[in-house]
């Protein structure tokens, strides 16, 4: 008979429930043995007596010198059946007493620099391991405050640990973990010091450290104290950790020379920053897969070394990824297909002789629940669900562990702390997760084990992928892990590198109480001309005759960026009592930026303090009368190249002599101050507005004063980039100061609808940044995506009441525009169904009646003079844009076409319709044609080019000619220009919303017949264009007008101001250029 014997493992002590261990290795391995007495349990191998017992306190111990403590009381039958279940050992003739002192003697020259050389046989640290050792001895000699060490799962992280520990001789080691799982591993690794001895790094004179591991709170703060004495190296969890009390975190800050923090991407916490930050920062370690938190914000520290993921696949530290996407847009089939296509994984990896393991990754315990049924229905396979807090969960552990599950069903576990290396095949129901959570979790099932395991496959549904931008691009169908996860990795730890080496600038962010990297700060700014070339930084408090109003003053200097931030704190008497011990802390800052180039010499005070003047403060930093203020009319030179702009408010001064000399004008008084302000009886004093630059989106202010403002936030390099451009308008005497007024809308509420022709209808633009948006008409249990449903204008005509409907392919609810008097005779706006159709929305977790919601998110109507109607607010250009020119019309013969005939329908195609006929003349053009025709559509034809540099667009609307003849009539124009004005919002819509709404819409129905809308191309050329719109290119649209009703030689003023005012807007709104198409 035989038995293994354990490791030669000592309980040193256990305090408070907590452990203390030593190893003294292997003793002999697997013995043969023979029961030589049952009562005491003896065994006899060869001339070796062992005494076999369940009791600590056996009073047989003193009789024998080799005591193994069992799990239950021995028996022979036990013994003959291979049942014996050995704990520990009790006594051994090696387990000898040594001091933690003693101990660390023993590693004094005994650790050996050798890199590993698998070609010559040579064991040894991996090349990532060595490197980061040697990284971490420089830094510990030449110590510059926290340190940061980036290795990616599987590269050798806790053998790097314990490399550290030994060559550099830690006198005392405190180790946080973010689990207990791997508390358990990572406690295990320091006792035996993993794979050190084996691979030759550490030779036998070195003796094991002496372990605490830490599972529950002292007792006392003696029994602490104590505890720690006992150790080399003491292991506990972050929770454990923050949940001393102010003493023992005392002591734990004196009594450890190193703080090694693992997976510190988990930390971060509050309590965990205000713990970690009662040691000395040059004590502390964080050793991570990924330099970014799980919330996403940076790491507190400085990366002293960096092992990139794409190296460690060049290294083979990772097995290539098999990934294999599904696409399912309605979720109550998703389950199921990613169930299908997990099992046929499963089926081939084992038919190829591998013993994997599933294991399918769900959000909540109820999902968890819901996703079991979809894997359990596979009798061939046994599967389990676990979470924390299930009944019999560390059983269950084991028994996984055992091999004895091939499909586990899991809420966030089986994470850092649990090795199994059978674990190859990932099924991910539920998406929302971050950068640092996803590269971890793969990187458990891609990294080599030394067994021949085979490849880690990966299925997941990418109809709907993370939020994480990053990670979007990862999820995609047509992604190769392979090449995306190490690009993802890299390329986030470059963007925290840079944002690092911008604040590293500055000399003291040590001493700062506020993050410097987590500074958010409102774009403003006021402008001074400097005449100096020199600074003093270090000199601004003699011009800050405030300091004494505030409770905390601490300011840093980055000298490189030319960028001083000052941060000031004091503490406030709350406003709704009287008492002495509630007081209010409030914050405020001061940023100077000095923009000192060729041809260029300025500073820019931004401030969050009210009221606050600057000029002393510059004068003390760059000398007396060495600055200038920046004001007057110039300052409004910022809304040069801004269109389209809509103010919202106008301050402005009267003469001199009027009873009033300032005046503030909102809403409907805009308009009026704006004619005075032209006609000169009002001068500006401060204007602010939302326009379009560059075909975008900007808010902007400014005051006469020297204030420039808008609502956009960010870090502390993109405000001086962004004051930096500011300034660069404000000094362009090209620019006339009057020009904010050529680009105003004029903004009225109106009492009754225009007398202009309506041409479009839109939703308000919130609903196309929600990406779950759903309609149920009639509760008849049918749910519609958003792109099945559309607005239409109903019976559009110059007078009476504006009409639309809510349409879908079998529904349509149908609305009138009501303007209507309250008692007091203000004039409102109301949407009144005139039909019994019923319609609910669904967004988020949000569901309302449709005639509820028009009430929040009132619809647009869009004019053939480019004005909008949005509730009683009525807005429109303040000059007439010039017409059309007819020779841009493109003139082309319509021969064989019915121009009474718009759609090419399903196949077989109406080829004598217009869009087939111009989809015709396209095909040589494009990379991709989308018949994107119908209910929901973006434009009649889609053509894309997939270029070098970007993406190419380009949009087609269509429209038959009324009466099927060439004639002059403008009604021809009228909805193919909305239409063309309605699409331009693809644009500022996240690309890929615009390749999903093709993705979703991919099979063309019309009278129970189908067809794919691609005419050419395939969906995983959209696929491709969806990853790459987002990620890797640019994205330019162009918009295009087909309407052969109209003679290119006879076209009508009316027809050109109605194009005129089209191409207008959308070069504007979106700088994009208008084609027209026309006959001859």
């Given at each position: 008979?035989n038995?293994?014997?354990?490791?030669?493992?000592?309980?040193v002590?256990?305090?408070?429930?907590n452990?203390?261990?030593?190893?003294?290795?292997?003793?002999?391995g697997?013995v043969n043995?023979?029961?030589?007495?049952?009562?005491?349990?003896v065994i006899?191998?060869?001339s070796?007596?062992?005494?076999?017992t369940?009791?600590?306190n056996?009073?047989?111990i003193?009789e024998y010198d080799?005591?193994?403590?069992?799990s239950?009381?021995?028996?022979a039958?036990?013994?003959?059946?291979?049942k014996?279940s050995?704990i520990?050992w009790?006594?051994h003739p090696?387990l000898l007493?040594?001091?933690p002192?003693?101990?660390?003697?023993?590693?004094d020259?005994c650790?050996?620099?050798?890199?590993?050389?698998?070609?010559?046989?040579?064991k040894?640290l991996?090349?990532?391991?060595?490197?980061?050792?040697?990284?971490?001895?420089a830094?510990i000699?030449?110590?510059d405050?926290?340190?940061?060490v980036v290795?990616?799962?599987?590269?050798g992280?806790?053998?790097?640990?314990?490399s550290t520990?030994?060559?550099?001789?830690?006198e005392?080691?405190?180790?946080?973990?973010?689990?207990d799982?791997?508390?358990t591993?990572i406690?295990?690794?320091?006792?035996?010091?993993g794979?050190?001895?084996?691979?030759g790094?550490?030779?036998?004179?070195?003796l094991?450290?002496?372990?605490g591991v830490?599972?529950?709170?002292f007792?006392?703060?003696?029994?602490?104290?104590?505890?720690?004495?006992k150790c080399n190296v003491?292991?506990?969890?972050?929770?454990?950790?923050?949940?001393?009390?102010?003493?023992?975190?005392?002591?734990?800050?004196?009594?450890f020379?190193?703080?090694?923090?693992?997976?510190?991407?988990?930390?971060?916490?509050k309590t965990w920053r205000?713990?970690?930050?009662?040691?000395n920062?040059?004590?502390?370690?964080l050793?991570?897969?990924?330099p970014?938190?799980?919330d996403?914000?940076?790491?507190?520290?400085k990366?002293?070394?960096?092992?990139s993921?794409?190296?460690?696949?060049?290294h083979?530290?990772y097995?290539?990824?098999n990934?294999l996407?599904?696409?399912?847009y309605?979720?109550?089939f998703?389950d199921k297909?990613?169930?299908?296509?997990?099992i046929?994984q499963l089926n081939?990896?084992?038919?190829?002789?591998?013993?994997?393991?599933?294991?399918v990754?769900?959000?909540?315990?109820?999902r968890?629940?819901?996703v079991?049924?979809?894997?359990s229905?596979y009798?061939?396979y046994?599967s389990?669900v676990?979470?924390?807090?299930?009944?019999d969960?560390?059983?269950k552990?084991?028994?996984?562990?055992?091999l004895?599950?091939?499909?586990?069903v899991c809420v966030?576990?089986?994470?850092?702390?649990?090795?199994?290396?059978?674990l190859?095949?990932?099924?991910?129901?539920?998406e929302r997760?971050?950068?640092?959570?996803?590269?971890q979790?793969?990187?458990r099932?891609?990294?080599s084990?030394?067994?021949n395991?085979?490849?880690?496959?990966?299925?997941?549904?990418?109809a709907?992928p993370?939020?994480n931008?990053e990670?979007?691009?990862l999820?995609?169908?047509?992604?190769?892990w392979n090449l995306?996860?190490p690009?993802?990795a890299?390329?986030?730890t470059e963007?925290?590198?840079q944002?690092k080496?911008?604040l590293?600038g500055?000399?003291?962010?040590?001493?700062?109480?506020?993050?410097f990297?987590q500074i958010?700060?409102?774009?403003?700014?006021?402008?001074?001309?400097?005449?100096s070339?020199t600074?003093?930084?270090?000199?601004w408090?003699?011009?800050?005759?405030?300091?004494?109003?505030?409770?905390?003053?601490?300011?840093?200097?980055?000298?490189?960026?030319r960028?001083?931030?000052i941060?000031l704190?004091?503490?406030?008497?709350?406003?709704?009592g009287?008492f002495?011990?509630?007081?209010?802390?409030q914050w405020?800052?001061?940023i100077?930026?000095?923009?000192f180039?060729?041809?260029?010499?300025?500073?820019?005070?931004?401030?969050s303090?009210k009221?606050?003047?600057?000029?002393s403060?510059l004068e003390?930093i760059?000398g007396?009368?060495?600055t200038k203020?920046?004001?007057?009319?110039?300052?409004?030179?910022?809304?040069?190249d801004?269109?389209r702009l809509?103010?919202?408010?106008?301050?402005?001064?009267?003469g001199?002599g009027?009873?009033?000399?300032f005046q503030?004008?909102?809403?409907?008084?805009?308009?009026?101050?704006i004619?005075?302000?032209?006609?000169?009886?009002?001068?500006s004093?401060?204007y602010?507005?939302?326009?379009?630059?560059?075909?975008?989106?900007?808010?902007?202010?400014c005051?006469?004063k020297g204030?420039?403002?808008?609502?956009?936030?960010?870090n502390?390099?993109?405000?001086t980039m962004?004051?930096?451009d500011?300034?660069?308008?404000?000094?362009?005497?090209?620019?006339?100061?009057?020009?904010?007024?050529?680009h105003?809308?004029f903004?009225?509420?109106i009492?009754q609808r225009?007398d202009v022709?309506?041409?479009?209808?839109?939703w308000?633009?919130?609903i196309y940044?929600r990406s779950?948006v759903?309609?149920?008409f009639?509760?008849?249990?049918y749910?519609?995506d958003?792109?099945?449903?559309?607005?239409?204008?109903l019976?559009?005509?110059?007078?009476?009441?504006?009409?639309?409907s809510l349409d879908?392919?079998?529904?349509?609810?149908k609305?009138?525009?009501?303007?209507?008097a309250?008692?007091k005779?203000?004039?409102?706006?109301?949407?009144?169904?005139?039909?019994k159709?019923?319609?609910?929305?669904t967004?988020g977790?949000i569901?309302?009646?449709?005639?509820e919601?028009?009430k929040?998110?009132?619809?647009?109507i869009?004019?053939?003079?480019?004005?909008?109607?949005?509730?009683?607010?009525y807005t429109k250009?303040?000059?007439?844009p010039?017409?059309?020119?007819?020779?841009?019309?493109i003139g082309l013969?319509?021969?064989g076409?019915s121009?009474?005939?718009?759609?090419q329908g399903?196949?077989?195609?109406?080829?004598?319709?217009?869009?087939?006929?111009?989809?015709?003349r396209?095909k040589?053009q494009?990379?991709?044609?989308?018949d994107?025709?119908g209910?929901?559509?973006?434009a009649?034809?889609i053509?894309?080019?997939?270029l070098?540099?970007?993406?190419?667009i380009?949009l087609f609307h269509?429209?038959?000619?009324?009466?099927g003849?060439?004639?002059?009539s403008?009604s021809?124009?009228?909805e193919?220009?909305?239409q063309a004005?309605?699409?331009?919002?693809?644009?500022?819509?996240?690309?890929k919303?615009?390749?999903?709404h093709?993705?979703?819409?991919?099979?063309k129905i019309?009278?129970?017949?189908e067809?794919s809308?691609?005419?050419k191309?395939?969906?995983?050329d959209?696929?491709?264009?969806?990853?790459?719109?987002?990620y890797?290119?640019p994205?330019r649209?162009n918009?295009?007008?087909?309407q052969p009703?109209?003679?290119?030689?006879n076209?009508?003023?009316d027809?050109?101001?109605?194009?005129g005012?089209t191409?207008h807007?959308l070069?504007?709104?979106a700088?994009i250029n208008?084609?027209?198409?026309?006959?001859?």
């Amino acid at each position: 008979m035989n038995l293994k014997l354990p490791q030669l493992l000592k309980l040193v002590d256990k305090l408070s429930g907590n452990s203390i261990w030593e190893s003294f290795g292997y003793w002999k391995g697997e013995v043969n043995i023979e029961v030589v007495s049952k009562k005491p349990f003896v065994i006899k191998a060869d001339s070796d007596f062992y005494l076999l017992t369940s009791k600590i306190n056996d009073p047989y111990i003193q009789e024998y010198d080799y005591v193994l403590l069992t799990s239950k009381r021995p028996t022979a039958k036990d013994v003959r059946l291979d049942k014996i279940s050995i704990i520990r050992w009790i006594k051994h003739p090696k387990l000898l007493n040594y001091t933690p002192d003693y101990i660390v003697s023993t590693w004094d020259s005994c650790f050996k620099f050798v890199k590993e050389n698998l070609s010559k046989g040579i064991k040894g640290l991996r090349s990532p391991q060595i490197g980061a050792l040697h990284s971490i001895l420089a830094h510990i000699q030449n110590p510059d405050g926290r340190a940061i060490v980036v290795m990616p799962t599987g590269t050798g992280k806790t053998e790097t640990m314990l490399s550290t520990l030994i060559a550099n001789g830690c006198e005392k080691l405190l180790v946080s973990v973010p689990s207990d799982s791997l508390r358990t591993q990572i406690s295990n690794k320091f006792i035996s010091l993993g794979l050190l001895k084996m691979i030759g790094v550490v030779d036998e004179s070195c003796l094991n450290p002496i372990v605490g591991v830490v599972e529950k709170r002292f007792n006392s703060t003696t029994e602490l104290q104590v505890f720690i004495s006992k150790c080399n190296v003491v292991v506990s969890t972050i929770n454990i950790l923050t949940n001393l009390d102010d003493e023992q975190k005392n002591i734990l800050n004196h009594s450890f020379s190193h703080i090694f923090v693992d997976e510190a991407h988990h930390s971060e916490a509050k309590t965990w920053r205000d713990l970690i930050e009662k040691f000395n920062e040059n004590k502390v370690f964080l050793f991570t897969a990924t330099p970014f938190r799980n919330d996403g914000k940076n790491l507190q520290g400085k990366i002293i070394f960096n092992f990139s993921l794409k190296l460690a696949q060049e290294h083979n530290y990772y097995t290539p990824i098999n990934y294999l996407p599904i696409r399912e847009y309605n979720k109550k089939f998703a389950d199921k297909k990613i169930a299908e296509k997990a099992i046929e994984q499963l089926n081939a990896d084992i038919a190829s002789g591998y013993k994997h393991i599933l294991m399918v990754k769900c959000i909540s315990k109820k999902r968890a629940e819901e996703v079991y049924q979809y894997y359990s229905i596979y009798k061939d396979y046994k599967s389990i669900v676990i979470y924390n807090g299930i009944e019999d969960l560390a059983n269950k552990l084991e028994a996984i562990k055992r091999l004895e599950y091939d499909i586990i069903v899991c809420v966030n576990m089986l994470g850092e702390g649990f090795d199994l290396p059978n674990l190859k095949i990932a099924a991910i129901h539920d998406e929302r997760q971050s950068i640092a959570i996803t590269l971890q979790f793969i990187g458990r099932f891609t990294r080599s084990s030394g067994q021949n395991l085979g490849n880690a496959s990966f299925i997941i549904n990418v109809a709907y992928p993370p939020i994480n931008e990053e990670l979007e691009q990862l999820y995609s169908k047509n992604a190769d892990w392979n090449l995306l996860l190490p690009r993802i990795a890299d390329k986030a730890t470059e963007k925290e590198i840079q944002i690092k080496e911008f604040l590293d600038g500055f000399e003291k962010l040590n001493n700062s109480q506020i993050s410097f990297g987590q500074i958010n700060p409102a774009m403003s700014t006021v402008i001074y001309k400097n005449y100096s070339q020199t600074w003093n930084p270090s000199n601004w408090k003699s011009g800050f005759y405030e300091e004494n109003n505030f409770d905390y003053v601490f300011s840093d200097t980055n000298e490189r960026e030319r960028t001083i931030v000052i941060i000031l704190g004091t503490l406030e008497s709350v406003e709704w009592g009287r008492f002495e011990n509630i007081k209010n802390l409030q914050w405020n800052i001061i940023i100077i930026h000095w923009d000192f180039r060729d041809n260029v010499n300025r500073v820019f005070v931004n401030t969050s303090l009210k009221d606050f003047s600057s000029d002393s403060l510059l004068e003390a930093i760059f000398g007396p009368t060495k600055t200038k203020k920046l004001i007057g009319d110039n300052i409004f030179r910022v809304f040069a190249d801004v269109n389209r702009l809509a103010i919202y408010n106008i301050g402005a001064r009267k003469g001199i002599g009027r009873d009033v000399t300032f005046q503030s004008f909102y809403g409907r008084k805009v308009q009026d101050a704006i004619g005075e302000i032209e006609q000169g009886n009002l001068s500006s004093n401060n204007y602010f507005g939302v326009g379009y630059k560059n075909g975008e989106k900007v808010s902007l202010g400014c005051s006469v004063k020297g204030k420039i403002w808008s609502y956009l936030r960010g870090n502390l390099k993109e405000l001086t980039m962004w004051c930096r451009d500011i300034g660069d308008y404000v000094e362009n005497d090209s620019i006339d100061h009057m020009t904010i007024l050529k680009h105003t809308l004029f903004r009225e509420h109106i009492s009754q609808r225009p007398d202009v022709m309506p041409i479009y209808i839109d939703w308000d633009e919130e609903i196309y940044n929600r990406s779950n948006v759903s309609f149920e008409f009639n509760n008849d249990g049918y749910i519609l995506d958003f792109a099945d449903v559309e607005l239409n204008l109903l019976n559009p005509s110059l007078t009476g009441n504006l009409q639309f409907s809510l349409d879908s392919k079998n529904n349509s609810m149908k609305f009138e525009i009501l303007f209507e008097a309250d008692s007091k005779n203000v004039v409102f706006h109301r949407i009144k169904q005139i039909n019994k159709v019923k319609c609910s929305i669904t967004y988020g977790k949000i569901t309302k009646d449709i005639v509820e919601y028009f009430k929040i998110f009132y619809p647009i109507i869009w004019f053939a003079d480019e004005s909008y109607l949005i509730e009683t607010l009525y807005t429109k250009p303040r000059i007439q844009p010039p017409k059309f020119s007819s020779e841009k019309i493109i003139g082309l013969s319509w021969s064989g076409v019915s121009l009474n005939k718009e759609s090419q329908g399903i196949f077989p195609y109406q080829q004598d319709s217009i869009q087939y006929y111009f989809i015709d003349r396209l095909k040589n053009q494009y990379e991709v044609i989308y018949d994107d025709d119908g209910r929901g559509e973006i434009a009649d034809i889609i053509a894309i080019n997939d270029l070098e540099t970007e993406i190419v667009i380009d949009l087609f609307h269509l429209k038959y000619a009324m009466g099927g003849i060439i004639s002059n009539s403008i009604s021809n124009f009228y909805e193919v220009c909305g239409q063309a004005i309605k699409s331009v919002k693809w644009k500022h819509i996240d690309s890929k919303a615009f390749f999903t709404h093709l993705l979703k819409r991919i099979v063309k129905i019309d009278k129970g017949k189908e067809c794919s809308r691609i005419i050419k191309g395939t969906e995983n050329d959209i696929d491709d264009l969806l990853n790459q719109a987002k990620y890797k290119k640019p994205v330019r649209f162009n918009i295009s007008i087909v309407q052969p009703s109209l003679s290119k030689k006879n076209a009508s003023d009316d027809i050109l101001i109605l194009l005129g005012n089209t191409a207008h807007y959308l070069l504007d709104t979106a700088n994009i250029n208008l084609t027209v198409y026309s006959s001859n």
